[in-house]
Each structure stands twice: as structure tokens, then as C-alpha cells.
């Protein structure tokens, strides 16, 4: 839903994937538009926050002990 989120606003994407099932999500943004609501209820997650840091090294080590 992000991705369909910043189509919608115009914001260049760039999805990556290795997995088939992945791109297959990626790709099928173009099926649906979000509403109004639904574009400013995304537009107030998360702000100022960083999720991930692919700088910090215990976040680093967190995700390579935890690959799927």
C-alpha cells in the first residue's frame, strides 16, 4: 500500500525484490487508487521516525540473524 501511496503523490519508485511473490505485490499497484482518507491516514504514520537504520550495526546483525 506505500508504494500505491507514493504513486499517487507523484514520488519515483524503485522496488526491489528477489523474491517472485514480492514482485508480484509490487506490481500490482496500478490495480487500485487509495482515497482521500486513506492517502492522509498513511501520510501520518511514522513521521520524523527512522524504521531502519541500515547503518547501525546491531540492526545489521539483528536482520542477518533473522533472513527468511
Known sequence: MVLRWL???GVAIIPKSVKIERMVENRDIFD?????????????????EIIFNHRDPKMVQWLAEHRG
Open 7 to 9: 504513486n499517487q503523490r
Open 32 to 48: 487500485f487508487t487509495l482515497d482521500e482518507q486513506d492517502l492522509s491516514q498513511i501520510a501520518t504514520l511514522n513521521r520524523d
